[in-house]
């Protein structure tokens, strides 16, 4: 009897799974008829105040639930369904240099979550054919972690079908500065050996510079948490992005949430691609 | 105290134009600055209840220039804003386009005698962006004309509400006549303390970025300074916005509705709060300012930690 009640509710849940699946490609089609957006880059705050919700505790090891946990496995099916969609360039803002004033023990909890993180991430970016780039000043990181990231880039640099991004110690103003010194940089050795008279930096060589360069301008900048603002997050790249700021928490965000933000972009689409043409043209 | 001799005696509230967007066509994301609705309307009563009681609370004198609800400790020190929707403004009315810019002068000048009334520090308004050149040229010559009668007829309020004026931007694409006009009012205002209005023409963020870093190449070219020794710093010293004090705008304000940031101030906007009305410019008043910024007052600011 307990078994026949155990296969039948199973089965619902198939059944359900089944149709919410279905539910969900009838909506990912219908957001295809309008323009669908190229690259979105996720603000995903909110995992703190998530885990004092859910009484998380700091460790990550198993039956532990650690606190960015949830977070991860967030991003992972945002990044499913982005691929589901179409969505080509996927940007999460992992951790920001502003986080090492955070208390030496919340920072270190963080790095060896994420450090535990990328074997996962390295499985399941491998099943997806997704190519992994880190953006941010590298040189900020502990050796492992850095010889980890390296390691991911290198293993999924031939993927193409989609582009995942994690701003790691990244500031948008420390990437900046960082393409201004390699533009200045080069703009003196092309002075020195090819006696180039034009003086000029152009936008473009700083673009080039850029440790976003990899990607295109995402079109959707999304933050969760409820904030209404950039953080010091793809400031040069935001100039023309449609902003959309979200009150659910990020280990909460769900299709819906994606779903709303990508009919809010085609929206206003036109305006964005008029926008970037004319700077191009500037 | 009117301002000017242009200015009628600002209403309290000021109705929203009935022919804004309307709600159902916004994204509702953002109780404190979406049009009315049920959550909306309890949390700004909640507000509101909650300035009442500070009011109460609050020292005679502290009442007189500040409304209720906003505190004098949390006050910005500089707000940005992009005064969008002048146009369509005008459109919604069946008026010609410069009527829209017309009426959006006059807001600017409500909010700058609020800003002064409130002890706002600065005020940058993106006036003219760099994309906007390729808007058809009588508009463009009009905006140029407007620019430049504006700057001449409120040359004796500058003066008599000791304002500073600087402008930003690329101006060596204006009118000589312009320019020349921008920079004497620059000039001749820079000692004025009370209050500085920074107004952006013919300004792109990354325009900004790249003329610093032109400056910072040709010192170090120069021998000035060495490559090694560039840092945030130097990099901020360079930019257009080294006029001010208070060069990080504290809050942001983008009116019809609009969620971006069309490329103004980037460097600078990296901490700022965001609030995107959904009135169009010329409808922006005391009530709709004074709305951002006790949503502004509400924000934790965190500065990235």
């Known amino acids: 009897m307990e078994k026949e009640v155990m296969s039948s509710l199973k089965m619902a849940g198939n059944i359900l799974c089944s149709a919410s699946s279905f539910i969900r490609k009838c909506i990912f089609g219908v957001l295809r008829v309008g323009p669908i957006p190229n690259h979105i880059a996720f603000i995903m705050d909110g995992n703190r105040r998530y885990a004092k919700k859910q009484k998380l505790s700091h460790d990550g090891a198993a039956g532990g639930g650690g606190r960015y946990d949830a977070g991860f496995w967030a991003l992972m099916v945002m990044l499913l369904y982005c691929q589901e969609l179409g969505v080509k360039y996927i940007t999460a803002y992992a951790f920001s240099i502003d986080n090492f004033k955070r208390k030496p023990e919340e920072v270190e909890s963080l790095m060896a979550s994420m450090l535990e993180k990328f074997h996962l991430l390295d499985i399941l970016v491998k099943r997806l054919a997704v190519r992994v780039h880190f953006a941010g000043n590298l040189e900020l990181l502990s050796n492992e972690l850095r010889a980890s990231a390296m390691e991911l880039t290198e293993a999924t640099a031939e993927y193409s079908k989609s582009v995942l991004t994690i701003c790691i110690a990244y500031t948008s103003r420390d990437e900046i500065l960082h393409a201004v010194l390699e533009s200045c940089e080069q703009k003196r050795i092309d002075l020195e050996f090819d006696n180039d008279d034009d003086n000029e930096i152009k936008l473009m060589k700083v673009e080039k510079n850029m440790y976003m360069a990899v990607a295109p301008d995402p079109d959707i900048i999304i933050r969760t948490g409820g904030e209404n603002r950039l953080s010091n997050f793809l400031l040069w790249q935001s100039c023309w992005s449609h902003l959309h700021s979200m009150w659910v928490l990020w280990p909460e965000i769900g299709v819906w949430n994606l779903v709303f933000a990508i009919l809010n972009f085609q929206r206003n689409k036109t305006y964005y691609l008029e926008m970037k043409k004319k700077e191009k043209e500037l | ?305």
């Open chain 2, 1 to 305: 105290m009117p301002f000017s001799l242009h200015f009628s005696p600002t209403p309290l509230i000021t109705a929203p134009s009935p022919l804004s967007k309307p709600f159902f066509l916004v994204p509702y994301y953002h109780t404190l600055h979406a049009p009315k609705s049920p959550l909306c309307s309890s949390r700004e009563h909640a507000l509101t209840h909650q300035g009442k009681q500070e009011a109460f609370d609050r020292r005679p004198e502290d009442s007189q220039t500040l409304p209720l609800g906003l505190r004098k400790d949390a006050m910005p020190s500089h707000v940005a804003v992009i005064m969008d929707g002048n146009r369509r403004w005008a459109r919604l009315r069946d008026l010609p386009v410069r009527s829209g810019y017309e009426a959006g002068v006059e807001s600017l000048r409500k909010i700058v005698e609020i800003c002064c009334k409130w002890g706002i520090k600065v005020l940058s308004v993106f006036a003219f962006s760099s994309d906007n050149w390729f808007r058809p040229k009588v508009e463009v010559e009009f905006l140029m004309s407007l620019f430049e009668r504006g700057m001449q007829e409120d040359t004796g309020i500058f003066f008599r509400e000791n304002i500073r004026i600087s402008v930003i931007g690329d101006l060596t694409k204006l009118p000589k006549a312009l320019q020349e006009l921008m920079v004497n009012l620059e000039e001749a205002t820079k000692n004025n303390a009370r209050f500085q209005l920074i107004v952006a023409v013919s300004y792109s963020g990354h325009y900004d970025v790249v003329q610093a870093c032109q400056r910072l190449a040709l010192k170090a070219k120069c021998g000035l300074i060495e490559p090694s020794d560039i840092n945030v710093s130097l990099m901020e010293q360079e930019l257009e916005t080294n006029c001010t004090e208070f060069p990080h705008p504290d809050l942001l304000i983008r009116t019809s509705g609009e969620f971006r940031i069309s490329n103004f101030m980037l460097w600078q906007l990296a901490y700022t709060e965001l609030f995107f009305a959904q009135s169009l410019w010329p409808d922006f008043g005391e009530a709709e300012f004074l709305k951002a910024l006790l949503a502004f007052q509400q924000r934790q600011r965190r500065y990235g930690v």
